[in-house]
C-alpha cells in the first residue's frame, strides 16, 4: 500500500525529490492531480506537458513517426509534438498511465529509466511524474512490475480543508463552499448510485466546480437546476446540497469577523460542532485574504471580541480547538494575522495552551 499524503505534502515530495527519481500518484479521478502539479511547476517556471496515455492508440503517439534519413541513410523518428527542441527541461506528466495499451506501456520503460525516447534525451534536469487511478471501478491495464519499480509511489489524497481553501480562493460558489463544509463527506463521493451500463454518477471535486458554474448567475435554485446539478454529482448529494440550501445554515468566518455583535447571541446558541466549524472558517477566511484591507481594524476588534466570549462563557473546548490551527501549516497568512493585528488575542491563546 502506497503512502497518503496530501496535497501540502506533495509539493514537500516534489522539492525534496531528485528530478533523477520518477514519481507516481495513485487516487481518484477529479481530485486535481494535473492541475496542483502544473501550477507548482508553472509556479517555478517550468514548462508542464501533460499525456494522456489513456487516449494513446499506438505508440507513434508517443514516440513520434518513423522517417527515412535521406543523410545517413537510416530510418529514425520525427519528434512528437511535446518534445523540447530549445534544450530546456521540462517536467513530463504521463496521465492515466494504468489505462495505456501495452504497447505503449512498452515505450514508457527507457524513458523511465534514461530519460530516453526513440534514441532522443530529454534535457537535462527533466522530471517524469505520472499518475494513475487506483480501484476496481476502473477499466485498467495491469502495470509491469519493472515498470512500477522506476517510481516513487504515493496515494495522493488532498484534505477537505486543502479543497476548501482552494474553492475560497478560486471563487467557487459560497453555496457550493458551505455545503461541503457542512457536509464533507459528499466532496468525493458518498452519492454513489446504479445505473445501467455503468454510469452511476457519484459528486467530486471537478463536478462541484461545474455545480459552481451552473448556478453562479442565480439565486434561486429551480426545478431545472435541480436536475442539471444531478447529472453532474448524481441524485443523491443534489438532495443534500438543495436542502442544505433551504436549513439553517452554519455562521461562517466572514460573519463573525465583520459583525460579531450581530451573531453573537445565535453563536452563544451553539453546541462544540457547530464551533468547531466557525473556528475553522474563521481561520480560512483570514488564509484566503478574501476581505477589503479598510476591513483589517474591525475584524481585528471582532476576532478579540469571538476570543473573549469563549473565554467569558468558559468553553474550554471550543477555544482548545481554536488553538489548534496555531500550530496548522494549512494558516500561515491567518497566524500571521493574529500576530500582527491582534495581538493580545494571540498572547492570550497562547496563555490558555500553557494552563491546559
Known sequence: MAIRINAKELEKVLEHTPCTQNIMLTGK??????????????AQGCKVV??????MSDPGDLIGLPHFNEET??????PPYWFPTDGKPLVLFLDELNRARPEVLQT???LTL??????KKLPEGSRVISAVNDGEEYQLTDLDPALVSRFNIYEFSPTVEEWLLWATKNDVDPRVVDFIRNSPKYLDGDGTETLDRGLGKAPDRRAWTRVSDVIKSTSQIETIHKK???GMVGTIATQAFTAFLTSRRILSGKDILLDFEKHKKTLAKYRLHEMAMVNEDIFRFLETNQ?????KNTMAENLKKYVESLQQAGKNEELAHFASFLESDTYSKALSFIVTETPSVYEAIIAFIQNL
Open 29 to 42: 479521478h477529479g481530485i486535481g492531480k494535473s492541475q496542483i502539479l502544473e501550477r507548482y511547476f508553472t
Open 50 to 55: 501533460i499525456l494522456f496515455l489513456g487516449q
Open 73 to 78: 541513410g537510416k530510418t529514425d523518428f520525427m
Open 108 to 110: 514508457i520503460m527507457d
Open 114 to 119: 534514461n530519460r530516453t525516447l526513440s534514441g
Open 228 to 230: 442539471i446539478i444531478s
Open 291 to 295: 476581505f477589503a484591507p479598510k476591513d
